[in-house]
């Protein structure tokens, strides 16, 4: 018998996936807190794996619009109460953000709104339907702009095959970063995708849809100087 013999098995090395978010939590305030163990058990949504039913979800068919990343939520709820014959999924891996978006969606009364609390990553494999989808939003996302960073972006080949996955027939990628840079990245990664088409007449970036409600952060950046890129893409049949 070999010294090998004596020796334990090996195991393979688990790979640690890289995410495209850090968490900072920062101070959840009362209002927060007291929003998340008043209002998840109605508009939250759980991880699990296992597809949704998205219309026993929300006890009616109607178009479906996901966002990641929504932040504190007030755009989403803003676009929520402003289209109420669409629904909204909101997907926010910070805690304080998710209590101040379950907070304004019930001071607005609105009841077209579900959110996750969780990597979007996970929630998109794993629970939304393919061909589910009527617009899929990314707004202002990381740009994690040192170079040794760019593969922690979230807007990578293996996301947007994903994304493309859940879209109907027809529907739409929509996504804005105010870094050029980042801009760039999207711009050359969506086009180099299967399965979209942008719908730019300039065959670039878009001017803000009404539909993206204009923000204090972006109202203060134009009056700097600052840009905004705004890109739609549309799924094509592959």
């Known amino acids: 018998m070999s010294d090998n013999d004596n020796k334990p098995e090996e195991q393979p090395k688990q790979m640690r996936r890289i995410r495209s978010f850090v968490k900072r939590e920062g101070r959840m305030t009362q209002r927060q807190s007291n929003a ?21 979800v929300f006890g009616r068919q109607a178009p479906r619009v996901l966002e990641v990343g929504f932040g504190m ?39 077209n709104l579900r959110v996750f609390e969780h990597d979007a990553v996970e929630v998109l494999a794993d629970m939304i339907p393919d061909n589910s989808l009527s617009t899929f939003q990314l707004y202002f996302p990381d740009p994690w702009h040192k170079a040794r960073h760019h ?31 980042y801009a760039e990245h999207m ?26 409600p204009l923000t204090k952060f972006e109202s203060r950046g134009h009056r700097l100087g600052h840009g905004v890129w705004d890109l739609i893409f549309k799924k094509v049949t592959l």
Not at 39 to 54: A, I, R, S, W
Not at 152 to 179: N, S, Y
Not at 195 to 212: A, I, K, L, M
Request: proline fraction near 6%.
């Open 36 to 56: 998340k163990e008043q209002y998840l058990p109605t508009m939250g949504l759980t991880y699990e794996k296992k597809l949704l039913d998205l219309d026993a």
């Open 73 to 111: 939520g007030k755009s989403l709820v803003e676009m929520a109460k402003n289209n109420p014959d669409y629904d909204y999924i909101g997907i926010e891996v910070h805690g304080p953000g998710v209590g101040a978006c379950l907070a304004d969606a019930a001071e607005a009364g609105i009841n």
């Open 187 to 212: 711009l050359l990664e969506l086009t180099e995708a299967p399965g979209f088409e942008n719908t730019s007449d300039t065959n670039d970036y878009v001017p803000r849809p009404d539909w993206r």
């Open 151 to 181: 593969k922690r972006r979230i807007v990578q080949p293996e996301f947007l095959a994903c994304i493309h996955q859940k879209l109907v027939a027809g529907g739409i990628i929509h996504m804005a970063t105010d870094w050029e840079n």
